[in-house]
């Protein structure tokens, strides 16, 4: 009888042990346990004023910038320019647009409530705020220029008249036609060829640049233009002056006109390299493109020229994708290796969009992919989704990114510029 308990005792035990395993394994999987040696991660995430009201009063501000630095995170990517506005107080928007930053109106509506008196930008600097915060808590500072050279349509209510003021400065397709959709809003775009429209994106980030302590810039997949577009008098003109008189092809898709027009945006890319290194030689040159193929031939963006020419400091991919395998794929192609070996590339992970949620388990597995690719972190589309804007509680979520940021660490660096 003694031995019958005793071969219990051992097999239960064999099964409690067993399963404690089955239990850890995966989270030590998922989580890529950090070694002891110092390592270094971009661990950041953008913050926006769409579905998200966290930078319209200073003590909702501090404490997501607190929350972020106790979860191990160490970059904030706040959107500065979005909607034909400014979030911080601008002398060059206000000379252009009229405004000098977001009025209340406006951002109410992007967030679908009103606001109440105590919140919003007037009276404010919520970019010196994030620059503060973020600094006292040990996070880099990228403010990312998201609209790039899009703009709201004229009949946007959260838009400004920035296109009613300078229809000039607008490009347009092959009909004519100057709107263009994203998603169900419909958008206009500034023309990146003009020298008065160059002369305002570099005025604009030069701002930015010698006015704050940022610790860089960010643009994403707007600093561009969609490749139907590029049909105007002044860019017409332009093409027939460099092709003995010749018009560009009516087929947008065509490969010299791509490469025409991508390469203009690259030499732009590179005044604006030099413009920024002028103003602040150690402030980061960062973008966040979509992948290569898709960003070159829908938005000329040709990012793999901008990391060889050294224009690029730090690379994040946004691959917002679901199927793992899909996802894993993006991370190995050859211009990620690539760009991997000169600067760190990071990945944009999606953590949810209004009202698509994103449940943890995937954002984790992500993580580990990007991890196991050797790259060199991720950034979280968007602040509001990490823990809020989602079908799982605060707790779960937040335990979530505990398990993946198990220890601060500091940002990835430039490897180097060739």
Same mark, same amino acid.
């Given at each position: 009888?003694?031995? &019958? ?9 064999? +099964? ?16 890529? /346990? ?35 630095? #106790? ?7 706040? =959107? ?12 060059? @928007?206000? #000379? &252009?647009?009229?405004?000098s ?7 109410? +509506?992007?967030?679908?409530? #009103? ?30 220029? %998201? ?12 838009? /400004? ?8 400065w ?10 263009? #959709? ?5 958008r =206009? ?7 008065? =429209? ?28 969609p ?18 008189g ?9 490969? %010299? ?25 150690? @402030? ?8 290569? /193929? ?9 990012? @793999? ?25 993006e ?7 690539? @760009?991997?070996?000169? &600067?760190?590339?990071? +990945? ?46 605060e ?6 990114f ?15 510029n060739?």
């Amino acid at each position: 009888m003694t031995k &019958i308990l005793n071969r219990k005792f051992w097999f239960g035990l064999f +099964i409690a042990i067993g399963l404690i395993f089955a239990i850890t394994i995966p989270t030590i999987s998922l989580s890529q /346990s950090l070694p002891n040696k110092p390592i270094r991660e971009i661990r950041g995430v953008w913050i926006t004023n769409v579905d998200s009201d966290v930078l319209f009063t200073r003590d909702r501000l501090a404490t997501a910038i607190k929350d972020l630095h #106790k979860l191990n995170f160490n970059t904030i990517y706040p =959107v500065v320019w979005n909607w034909g506005y400014t979030t911080y107080p601008s002398k060059v @928007a206000k #000379k &252009i647009v009229g405004s000098s930053f977001m009025p209340k109106k406006s951002a109410g +509506i992007l967030i679908n409530r #009103k606001l109440s008196a105590e919140e919003g930008l007037e009276g404010r600097d919520v970019l010196q705020e994030m620059v503060v915060q973020g600094h006292k808590q040990k996070i880099a500072v990228i403010p990312w220029f %998201e609209f790039g050279f899009m703009l709201p349509g004229t009949t946007d209510p959260a838009g /400004s008249d920035f296109a009613k003021l300078h229809p000039d400065w607008l490009t347009q397709k092959q009909d004519g036609v100057t709107t263009w #959709k994203e998603g169900k809003d419909p958008r =206009v775009w500034l023309n990146p060829f003009k020298p008065e =429209v160059k002369k305002f994106i570099i005025d604009l980030v030069v701002e930015v640049i010698d006015k704050y302590d940022v610790d860089g810039i960010q643009f994403d997949d707007h600093f561009g233009l969609p490749s139907e577009f590029g049909y105007d008098k002044f860019t017409v003109d332009l093409y027939k002056s460099e092709h003995q008189g010749k018009l560009p092809p009516q087929d947008y898709k065509n490969e %010299e006109w791509i490469n025409w027009r991508a390469d203009k945006i690259t030499a732009l890319m590179s005044e604006l390299f030099t413009a920024i290194k002028a103003t602040n030689s150690t @402030a980061i040159v960062s973008i966040s493109p979509n992948p290569q /193929s898709f960003a070159k031939s829908f938005f000329l963006q040709d990012w @793999a020229k901008w990391e060889r020419q050294g224009l690029v400091e730090e690379l994040l991919i946004q691959v917002y994708r679901d199927k793992l395998s899909t996802f894993v794929g993006e991370l190995q192609k050859p211009e990620v290796k690539l @760009a991997s070996q000169h &600067i760190p590339v990071g +990945i944009g992970i999606l953590t949810g969009v209004k009202p698509k949620a994103i449940p943890m388990k995937q954002i984790q597995a992500q993580i580990a992919a990007v991890r196991k690719e050797g790259l060199a972190g991720v950034s979280f589309f968007f602040y509001e989704t990490l823990w809020k804007l989602t079908n799982q509680s605060e707790a779960v979520r937040k335990n979530g990114f505990r398990q993946v940021f198990a220890k601060s660490v500091d940002r990835s660096m430039i490897i180097s510029n060739k």
